[in-house]
Each structure stands twice: as C-alpha cells, then as structure tokens.
C-alpha cells in the first residue's frame, strides 16, 4: 500500500486483517464469497480464515460478511440505500444522527451505498431490528433496507451484506467510507480501516430511545422484514409513516386544546411569545397550527417540539406514548 501498484504483503496486511476480524466479521464456521461476476453471493460450508481475509483485501475474492452469528446477534445493523436518492436520504440520516452524538460511517456501493451504525455489545437480532425498524420510522424512511433481515436464524445464517475494503466483483471498485458530501473518510486503505479499529458505537440513550420506537410500531409498519408475508404487505400497502398515525391520531384543536385556551373560532394566546392579542390559531381542517406574530407553525409534532424544546426523535416517541 505505500506504493500502490506493488502487491501487499501479509505483513501490509495484517492490520486491516485484523480489524476486519474483530470488528466486521460475526461467524467463523462458515463464510460467503461474491460470485465472479457480482450477481450474487453463495454460501461456503468452511470455516473462514485469516488467509480469506488476505484475499479479500487482495482482491482475489471478495466476501460478504453476515450481520448475526450463530446465537442471532449482532454488533451492527448496516442500512442499504439502492438508488442516488436513497443515499441522499442514508446522507441526511447520517448528519441527523451526528447531531444526536449518534455516530455512523457512511459506506459507498455500487449503485447508493451503506450507513453502518455500530453497538458496544452483541444484541439480539431483534433488538438491533426494533431500533433500526424506530430509527427508519422516525426519519420517514420507508424504503431503506435495514440488515439484520431476521430477528432469530431459523434456518441458515440469514442475511449479509458485502464485507468493506475489498472490491465489488461487477465493477472491479473498491468502495471507501466518506463523508456526506462523498469525500474519503481518510486517503488509503490502511488509514480507513484504522477508524474502525474501535468504531464509535451508538449511545444507550439513542439506542433505548429508538428501540422504544421501534416497539411501539404496529408490525405491518416494521421494514424490511423477510418472511414472503411481510415482504408482501410491505409491498402492496403504503405503509404510514409514524408521524403521519400521530397527525392522524387526534385534531389540533383537541390536542393543541390541552395547553392553550382556544376560543370556539380556534384562536388563542401564543404560549411561544408573550401575546397580548390571540395571534395563534388551530386549523384541523389542514391539520396545522399558526401563529402569525412570531411566524411559527406546522403539525402537533412541530407544536411539541417547540413546547418541549426536543428533536424529532424524541417528539414522535413521546407523543407515541401519549397518542398510540
Ligand atoms: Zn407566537
């Protein structure tokens, strides 16, 4: 790697080697390969070893790694964003989560690209499920891909997705983590995977947080499941974003009507400034709030945002709790 057209040696490495093995690799006894062309991946019944791991970062072959070990759990739930507009919602997502001191690293692919989040423990699958399933809701994204596929390995060992730092079959690219804007994380190989050597993990608050989220869907609103039953409702109905069951779940004036006095018309005192005059209104109508004096406004979640002094994330788990 110091000089790009000379072959690695193992001694070049075994750093990423090992990085790899401990922190993206879950299963030994068994192990997936890409196919020549990158159509799909197939599944190897032995064991993988440090010399597969050699390959892979060679080139020479390229491995998936999967997202539970043998017990269904894992350290990371990666989400997979399939087309430029979903990784411009992965990007939006990173950058909201970095505002929550919620660490991901954003991975490109071939056709969008990954946002890997890691956890300070192995979890139960269903658990890094619930989390992923109220992080998605929470952000509205429906379409995202959320790895783990299983909560429990029924038969065979469930889902998995390309292991980093080797190159994809299909196109002969070696994909890097980078920033939202697609620059890279760091310049080679060697010093990438060296951010991983201890990746940040996601706060217990946001963890909890989002894993109640996660339970308080109704199961048709859970993504990217995998039995055919739940691939079929996931694809048939437009499942309704979280946000929008809240919106739907009581008018504004009934609810808005809990902290303000509205008068019959609709019209009160704004409790975000000091109002003299009734400058603030409820239309359930449209379903909205306004207040013309400080110019504010918009659903019940903006209302106990701003009430609350809170995110999103948080606005929509509380108001779950109170509304769903
Ligand atoms: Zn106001």
Same mark, same amino acid.
């Given at each position: 790697?110091?000089?790009?057209?000379?072959?690695?040696?193992?001694?070049?490495?075994?750093?990423?080697?090992?990085?790899?093995?401990?922190?993206?690799?879950?299963?030994?006894?068994?192990?997936?390969?890409?196919?020549?062309? $990158?159509?799909?991946?197939?599944?190897?019944?032995? *064991?993988?070893?440090? +010399?597969?791991?050699?390959?892979?970062?060679?080139?020479?072959?390229?491995?998936?790694?999967?997202?539970?070990?043998?017990?269904?759990?894992?350290?990371?739930?990666?989400?997979?964003?399939?087309?430029?507009?979903?990784?411009?919602?992965?990007?939006? @997502?990173?950058?909201? @989560?970095?505002?929550?001191?919620?660490?991901?690293?954003?991975?490109?692919?071939?056709?969008?690209?990954?946002?890997?989040?890691?956890?300070?423990?192995?979890? *139960?699958?269903?658990?890094?499920?619930?989390?992923?399933?109220?992080?998605?809701?929470?952000?509205?994204?429906? /379409?995202?891909?959320?790895?783990?596929?299983?909560?429990?390995?029924?038969?065979?060992?469930?889902?998995?997705?390309?292991? *980093?730092? $080797?190159?994809?079959?299909?196109?002969?690219?070696?994909?890097?983590?980078?920033?939202? &804007?697609?620059?890279?994380? #760091? *310049? &080679?190989? /060697?010093?990438?995977?060296? @951010?991983?050597? !201890?990746?940040?993990?996601?706060?217990?608050?946001?963890? #909890?947080?989002?894993?109640?989220?996660?339970?308080?869907?109704?199961?048709?609103?859970?993504?990217?499941?995998?039995? +055919?039953?739940?691939? !079929?409702?996931?694809?048939?109905?437009?499942?309704?974003? @979280?946000?929008?069951?809240?919106?739907?779940?009581?008018?504004?004036? +009934?609810?808005?009507?809990?902290?303000? #006095?509205?008068? +019959?018309?609709?019209?009160?005192?704004?409790?975000?400034?000091?109002?003299?005059?009734?400058?603030?209104?409820?239309?359930?109508?449209?379903?909205?709030?306004? =207040?013309?004096?400080?110019?504010?406004?918009?659903?019940?979640?903006?209302?106990?945002?701003?009430?609350?002094? =809170?995110?999103?994330? &948080?606005?929509?788990?509380?108001?779950?709790?109170?509304?769903?």
């Amino acid at each position: 790697m110091r000089h790009p057209e000379q072959v690695p040696t193992d001694y070049d490495l075994s750093p990423p080697a090992e990085v790899l093995a401990r922190q993206l690799i879950q299963r030994w006894d068994m192990h997936s390969r890409q196919s020549t062309f $990158g159509d799909m991946y197939y599944t190897v019944h032995e *064991p993988l070893s440090v +010399a597969h791991l050699f390959a892979h970062l060679r080139g020479e072959i390229t491995l998936g790694t999967y997202l539970l070990n043998a017990q269904s759990q894992g350290r990371f739930l990666v989400l997979d964003a399939d087309t430029l507009d979903e990784w411009q919602q992965l990007t939006h @997502l990173y950058q909201r @989560l970095e505002a929550m001191d919620t660490p991901g690293y954003l991975e490109q692919s071939r056709r969008g690209g990954h946002l890997w989040l890691f956890f300070d423990r192995w979890l *139960p699958g269903a658990q890094i499920r619930l989390f992923g399933n109220g992080l998605l809701a929470a952000h509205e994204m429906t /379409r995202i891909e959320l790895y783990p596929k299983q909560d429990q390995l029924e038969e065979g060992p469930g889902s998995l997705i390309r292991l *980093p730092f $080797g190159i994809h079959r299909k196109d002969r690219k070696r994909y890097g983590f980078v920033t939202p &804007t697609g620059e890279l994380l #760091a *310049p &080679t190989l /060697r010093d990438q995977v060296k @951010l991983f050597y !201890r990746p940040q993990t996601v706060p217990k608050a946001v963890l #909890a947080t989002l894993t109640t989220v996660g339970q308080s869907l109704p199961s048709s609103n859970r993504f990217g499941g995998v039995t +055919a039953a739940e691939s !079929r409702i996931s694809h048939t109905d437009e499942t309704t974003p @979280l946000s929008e069951q809240i919106k739907a779940a009581v008018t504004v004036s +009934a609810f808005i009507g809990r902290y303000v #006095a509205l008068s +019959a018309r609709g019209s009160g005192l704004c409790p975000f400034h000091d109002d003299h005059h009734p400058s603030f209104s409820v239309n359930d109508e449209g379903n909205y709030w306004h =207040c013309f004096a400080c110019n504010t406004g918009g659903s019940i979640i903006d209302f106990w945002m701003q009430k609350q002094g =809170c995110d999103f994330v &948080t606005a929509v788990r509380e108001l779950v709790a109170q509304l769903l």
